[in-house]
């Protein structure tokens, strides 16, 4: 059974930073795409950022130069890296590992990232 666990969400001010980690167990994990995704009160989720198996990376363009997204595929653990975080980030952050046998693959169960003075 795939689980994935996020982590190191929290209250930050804004230009702060703050480093999210996604834990997958049950996977192979290696050979998928994980990305981020937010959702915000009254939005949509949207898609952050996403890397692929390969190490290649996409980035929504409200987040570009801000956050980074990297993986350990020994540690089966993605990461999130954000910087100069603005209030607009606000949102709770889940992770997400694609499988093309699957719809919307596999979530996460979100971690809440507040940005506020």
């Known amino acids: 059974q795939v689980q994935l666990v996020e982590s190191g969400g929290g209250l930050v001010q804004p230009g702060g930073s703050l480093r999210l980690s996604c834990a997958a167990s049950g996977t192979i994990f290696s050979i998928y795409a994980m990305g981020w995704y937010r959702q915000a009160p009254g939005k949509q989720r949207e898609l952050v950022a996403r890397?692929?198996?390969?190490?290649?990376?996409y980035y929504a363009s409200s987040v570009k130069g801000r956050f980074t997204i990297s993986r350990d595929n020994a540690k089966r653990t993605v990461y999130l890296q954000m910087n100069s975080l603005k209030p607009e980030d606000t949102a709770v952050y889940y992770c997400?590992?694609?499988?093309?046998?699957?719809?919307?693959?596999?979530w996460g169960q979100g971690t809440q990232v507040t940005v506020s003075s």
């Open positions: 890397i692929g198996s390969g190490g290649s990376t």
């Open positions: 997400n590992e694609e499988r093309p046998e699957r719809p919307g693959g596999y």
